[in-house]
């Protein structure tokens, strides 16, 4: 991974330049589970080759927008457009066509536990392509090259390292070189030295690659230093309290409960302070 | 794709347009017609026309470079798109190139993979023989002081494991007493002894075939349960949690269903015995003009006290043996979700195995100690 930890993180992750085309596009989505609303008409914008954040406290729904925009569940109304195809109705042969655009970065990785590293990379593309296995040899040894995973091809999942699954599960996720990535709570159970090689990693994938990705994560260093743009969803309106650039949001947001998010202080506004004035 | 053959010994193919996993295969086998030849020393593929370049395109490159430089030639990328660039900034070109790159596993010979399972049958015994040890030791804290046993566990379990199995057992029970009665007859009938089909469907239900029936539903419908319950929790380190906590998990997970087991296949096997003879005075009295009061008299006659304590006795070792062996299954189960299948798996499939040994065993102990 001599790549990845040699590029450092800048403060902010630019944006690419020039006015670029939608490729999600979230129009009114209400989601319920039984009587309970969980979003209520969200609607928001990602642009093509951008790394776009989704935040929010615990149980604003975060993770159930990303399971919409997945097309993993469906919605209550409104629709979800990826590079103009409506998620949302899409069944069968249409489905596979939009998933085929879209790969995931799971919290846990959800690498197949009774399949080898290179078999769980493998998987799509001997479904969806006629490639000799010589040749997805290679793709499967790419893959992992680009994720910093040397000769770990024929091991199990369960053999490898937290943060080892992770990049197994990015190189799984990229397998075909998907125009969207997904990524849910990305730094999760990670060191802040695997979490920042993680970090460098998508920034790498988003700038060479150009692949949009759209990161669910409560990591304030993380959202920082990748999202070129992020909305921020409150359980209590049900929807987006503020959108725009993550220095933006922590520097210039009347809103408290942005205010409080970026700079990681408790709703109650209780705050220990010593007597020099820092935070405990 | 173009060629251009007028520098020989230098070869340069052009690549054009947009490259991705639909055009892949026929991209590879074009190009590798195309450098086959001997008739060049070095091969430059030119990518400046490129739209669109995938991985897919990209390990088909570094493939034919592969190919290339291991038959001895000269290797150039030349006119990369910014795309292109893009790729191959990410991945280790020189390693990926290299000859040695495409490295084919070698077979396991047959004497280390007879080695091999030799070693693992044997750490697998000494498995077992430690967790029966555990599982002994814990047994016996237990009885020692009553008030640690979690009886409400255990009562749930013996709902589980007894109540909720009876239609099963009941139905399995009185189609093998239907199924002998049926056979039997079919002989003794020849004879004019059918009263004999009496006789002989209550000993094989009592004394072999109902508590083992019995106890290989049980390791069918509990084994496998109580192996995908405790290896489901070693894999989500809740095993791990207890013992931080100051629990012994043999104690706190094993003791409570073992017990339940212990508690409630006794009653199985008296139900099922019940059933089976059910099941041969269905056939006798339909189909062998017996009555009913003439076959359960033979029964009687026949089936001691004795014959029902040996059936008892075996099913309740063969009840120990699959708490036992599911729950050591799950104590094994490492890492992931297939580790917990096979746990499963292998509960039901040790404990079946073990089953059919105990009951040789005991069978010949019952045939020399006592009435066999």
């Not at chain 1, 969980?38 to 159930?64: N, P």
Request: hydrophobic share 45%; aromatic share 6%.
């Amino acid at each position: 991974m001599a790549e990845a930890t040699e590029t450092k993180i800048s403060a902010t992750n630019t944006a690419p330049a020039g006015k670029r085309p939608v490729i999600v596009q979230v129009r009114d989505l209400v989601v319920r589970y039984g009587e309970a609303t969980i979003l209520d008409s969200v609607s928001f914008e990602i642009y093509q080759g951008e790394i776009f954040a989704i935040l929010g406290g615990s149980g604003c729904g975060k993770s159930t927008l990303l399971r919409q925009l997945m097309g993993l569940e469906k919605p209550a109304a409104g629709n979800v457009l990826i590079d103009g195809d409506d998620i949302t109705a899409a069944e069968g042969d249409e489905q596979e066509k939009i998933l085929r655009k879209i790969g995931i970065l799971f919290q846990s990785g959800a690498l197949f536990g009774s399949m080898t590293v290179a078999e769980n990379i493998s998987l799509r593309l001997l479904e969806y392509s006629d490639l000799p296995q010589a040749m997805i040899d290679v793709i499967i040894r790419m893959k992992l090259s680009m994720v910093g995973l040397d000769n770990v091809e024929d091991e199990m999942p369960s053999e490898l390292s937290g943060g080892m699954k992770k990049r197994a599960a990015l190189a799984r996720a990229m397998a075909m070189d998907p125009r969207i990535l997904f990524c849910d709570e990305p730094s999760s159970g990670l060191d802040p030295i695997g979490a920042a090689e993680l970090d460098n990693l998508l920034i790498q994938l988003n700038r060479s690659l150009g692949v949009t990705i759209v990161v669910v994560t409560h990591d304030l260093a993380s959202i920082s230093a990748v999202a070129h743009r992020a909305i921020m969803l409150d359980k209590s309106v049900k929807n987006i309290i503020a959108e725009g650039k993550p220095l933006d949001l922590k520097e210039h947001s009347d809103n408290p409960l942005v205010k409080n998010f970026f700079n990681r202080m408790a709703e109650s506004g209780v705050n220990l302070k010593t007597k020099s004035g820092k935070e405990k | 794709m173009s060629l251009d053959d007028s520098h020989l010994p230098e070869r340069t193919i052009s690549l054009a347009g947009r490259l991705s996993l639909t055009d892949a295969t026929t991209l590879h086998e074009d190009l590798l017609n195309g450098v086959t030849s001997d008739a060049f020393e070095s091969l430059k593929l030119n990518l400046s026309g490129i739209e669109y370049f995938d991985s897919s395109a990209m390990a088909v490159v570094f493939d034919i470079e592969r190919t290339t430089k291991a038959a001895g030639k000269k290797f150039e990328l030349t006119g990369l798109t910014e795309a292109v660039k893009g790729l191959l900034t990410l991945v280790d070109r020189e390693k990926l190139t290299a000859p040695s790159a495409a490295k084919k596993p070698k077979p396991e010979r047959i004497l280390a993979q007879l080695g091999g399972g030799a070693l693992s049958f044997l750490a697998d015994t000494k498995a077992f023989i430690v967790f029966v040890g555990d599982a002994a030791g814990a047994m016996a804290g237990s009885f020692v002081n009553p008030r640690s046993i979690r009886w409400r566990d255990t009562l749930f379990y013996a709902e589980r494991a007894g109540a909720d199995a009876l239609p099963l057992v009941g139905l399995v029970s009185l189609l093998l007493g239907l199924i002998l009665g049926f056979q039997a007859l079919m002989q003794l009938k020849q004879f004019g002894a059918n009263i004999y089909a009496a006789d002989l469907v209550g000993l094989s239900v009592v004394c072999e075939l109902g508590p083992l029936m019995t106890c290989i539903l049980v390791a069918g419908r509990s084994g496998s349960a109580f192996a995908a319950e405790i290896g489901t929790m070693k894999v989500n380190e809740e095993v791990d949690a207890l013992v931080t906590m100051g629990f012994d998990p043999v104690r706190f997970l094993a003791v409570p269903r073992m017990l339940a087991l212990t508690l409630v296949v006794p009653v199985l096997i008296v139900y099922s015995g019940f059933l089976g003879l059910l099941g041969g005075l269905i056939v006798g009295v339909g189909m062998g003009d017996l009555t009913v009061s003439g076959y359960l008299l033979e029964s009687q006659k026949t089936i001691q006290l004795w014959d029902i304590g040996q059936g008892l006795i075996k099913g309740e070792t063969y009840a120990v043996v699959v708490g036992l062996v599911g729950c050591m299954r799950g104590f094994q189960a490492r890492g992931s979700a297939a580790s917990v299948g096979q746990s499963t798996t292998s509960a039901v499939v040790t404990a079946i195995f073990l089953i059919i040994i105990v009951d040789a065993v005991l069978t010949l102990m019952f045939q020399y100690f006592g009435r066999g």
